[in-house]
């Protein structure tokens, strides 16, 4: 049993089961580009330790400890929940824990996990001292060699949400209420072949939703285009559920929260299951009337370490684009580019070419994606900046009439990603009939095409990735032709 095992029994005993059945892995959403052990042996400046192995038991480590003053991936157990610390520094009974992670400001979020290893560590016979996180150091950008020394920083303090450095970790853990043996208690008699029934909790949906929420509740899929179970951010749809109501028309207004959303939700139904403000949609789109129209989709990988000159950690390296080209008489012409490595400049190079000198540009969600890309290749590259900036001035945003609640169909259930509505307006074309089905998927394929030798993998790799990409970008165009149809 492993500490995250824990963690898992106390956000839900359902979730612990379902996870034990569960071999699934997941996707690592970072590139970990570099071998991170060996640069943080040299940020800390460790000649000698000893590198803890899978399956080693109390014994082993005791053993390491009395020769080593540092340990890597030390590993402890206590009555049968085993842990790993990712580096320890001891000095006869006392300790330093050192934890790693992959955010720029790690918060109390990972409080948890500090707490439980350090837990098992004091059973074993050490005292924690304190307790250190190595983070990436945002400030840092790369040019030449990697220098492990400032890309890494590390702090004894929690940062709160601001960026602040605020909590210091050790204090934080000693004063959480926290009885391992008490738990451990629990758990070990916990009849894990039983399955506890499925009660829906805070912990269950929210920022971080359930894995397994819909084995859950089977029947919210199940439930009608119109249900109240689908009114976007609503706090009180599963009590108004439980009271009776079932669909959107019938909300009660005591519970209804007042976004544009909702109101959009609430009024499709009532409309026969459509919703458009019409002044407001055409307003809209009259201001992007011009030809030729650009609909453009990225696709990119996220580092934990800067691959290249400029970067810093945890930025991205734009891989692939998509852009389909409508002219006035309705011609759809289609460019297109993926890229291996280091393709930043060529990347930018044949946009600039393959961009329209005028007209609209459309991305999905442009202001939270692709113009913070072009934003980056802007700080690489400055010689091309203000070709950037004549493009990035006519991006608009496609999401914004869902976002803003002045379209919406009951068919969407509540969502209004690009996928959604291209599945609703063309049954014809989907996602699901592609070997890659998302952006994640991309990404994966990407690593793969990136690491092959092999000339017809590699050809599969490139057409399953411009399929994708493809269908993003000409799926705007669908949305585009259909809200000009709505008016
Ligand atoms: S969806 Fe809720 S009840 Fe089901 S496993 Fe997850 S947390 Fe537990």
């Known amino acids: 049993m492993h500490i995250s095992d824990v963690r898992k029994f106390l956000r839900c005993p359902r979730l612990y089961q379902y996870s034990l059945k569960d071999n699934q892995k997941s996707f690592p959403y970072f590139n970990i580009n570099i071998n991170v052990d060996e640069s943080i042996v040299d940020k800390l400046r460790i ?68 707490m439980w290893t350090a837990a098992v560590v004091e059973k074993n016979g050490l005292t924690v001292d304190n307790v250190y996180i190595i983070y990436p150091n945002k400030e840092y950008e790369r040019s030449g060699e990697l220098d492990h020394d400032a890309l890494w920083n590390i702090t004894d303090h929690f940062f709160n949400g601001n960026g602040h450095l605020t909590k210091h970790i050790l204090t934080y853990i000693r004063n959480k209420d926290f009885d391992i043996d008490g738990v451990l208690d629990i758990l070990l008699h916990f009849d894990s072949g039983f399955e506890e029934e499925a009660v829906r909790t805070s912990k269950c949906a929210g920022r971080n939703k359930c894995p397994y929420y819909e084995k859950c509740f089977p029947e919210e899929s199940r439930v009608p285009d119109n249900s109240i179970l689908t009114l976007m951010g609503s706090q009180y749809k599963y009590e108004m559920y439980r009271s009776g109501i079932r669909y959107l028309r019938d909300v009660n ?43 453009i989709d990225f696709e990119w990988d996220l580092y934990l370490v800067p691959p290249y000159d400029g970067m810093h950690p945890l930025d991205v390296n734009l891989f692939q684009y998509s852009l ?29 070419e393959d961009i329209p000198d005028e007209g609209v540009i459309f991305a999905y969600n442009a202001r939270g994606a692709e113009i913070l890309r ?26 914004l009439p869902f976002v803003n609640g002045v379209v919406y169909d009951v068919r969407m259930r509540g969502m209004y990603s690009l996928k959604v509505i291209q599945e609703m307006l063309d049954d014809q074309r989907s996602y699901h009939d592609l070997a890659v089905e998302n952006g994640l998927d991309a990404v994966a394929i990407h690593r793969l095409l990136e690491q092959c030798d092999d000339p017809e993998k590699k050809k599969q790799y490139y057409e399953d990735l411009y399929e994708y990409c493809g269908l993003d970008s000409y799926a705007m165009i669908e949305v585009y032709n259909w809200l000009i149809s709505l008016i």
């Open 253 to 295: 207004t005591d519970k209804f929260e007042g976004s544009q959303q909702q109101f959009a939700q609430i009024m499709a139904d009532r409309q026969g299951g459509r919703f458009f403000d019409k002044l407001a949609l055409s307003d809209w789109l009259k201001n992007y009337s011009g030809y030729p129209m650009s609909f």
């Open 374 to 399: 072009l934003r980056e290749l802007q700080r690489y590259f400055p010689q091309y900046s203000d070709r950037l900036e004549g493009i990035i001035s006519r991006f608009v945003d496609l999401a």
């Open 47 to 114: 000649d000698n330790y000893y590198l803890g192995r899978v399956n080693e038991d109390n014994d082993n480590t005791a053993e390491a400890l009395k020769e080593h003053e540092w340990l890597l991936r030390a590993r402890f157990t206590y009555r049968g929940l085993r842990c790993r610390v990712p580096y320890l520094y001891h000095k006869d009974s006392h300790c330093d824990l050192y934890f790693s992670s992959y955010s720029v400001n790690p918060t109390d979020g990972e409080a948890d996990n500090i």
């Open 324 to 352: 389909h080209i409508m002219d006035e008489d309705g011609t759809v012409t289609h460019r297109q580019f993926i890229g291996e490595r280091d393709c930043r400049e060529e990347f930018l190079k044949r946009m600039i």
